[in-house]
Nanobody, 118 residues
């Protein structure tokens, strides 16, 4: 399975942006997929996850309230809808996947830059 993230860009504070993560290859029904982000000089942070088969989502404090993760099974694509963006949301956003039951994410997309201007 390969992951391809896209949709990043420059947006003003208060704006919205939707990121996509397209998966190719074998079925991802046994996968948990996730969005991470990494700001300059900071560690990578988990934004939230989605269990592909059931569509169940989980958000960290980063993602609660302003971010929504969803997936389109037919398109094999996961989304991250971000609203009310703040300058501190500026980061490279990565999608990742792991098999249910595994402890680490072993599949990663290439990252897409999100820049929020004040």
């Amino acid at each position: 399975v390969q992951l391809q993230a896209s949709g990043g860009g420059l947006v003003q504070a208060g704006g919205s942006l939707r990121l996509s993560c397209a998966a190719s290859g074998r079925t991802q029904y046994r996968y948990i997929m996730a969005w991470f982000r990494q700001a300059p000089e900071k560690e990578r942070e988990l934004v939230g996850t989605i269990r592909w088969s059931a569509g169940m989502t989980f958000y960290t404090e980063i993602g609660k309230g302003r971010f929504t993760i969803s997936r389109d099974d037919a398109k094999k694509t996961m989304y991250l809808q971000m609203s009310s963006l703040k300058p501190e949301d500026t980061a490279v956003y990565y999608c990742a996947a792991k098999t249910v039951g595994d402890s680490t994410y072993d599949l990663w997309g290439q990252g897409t830059q999100v820049t929020v201007s004040s």
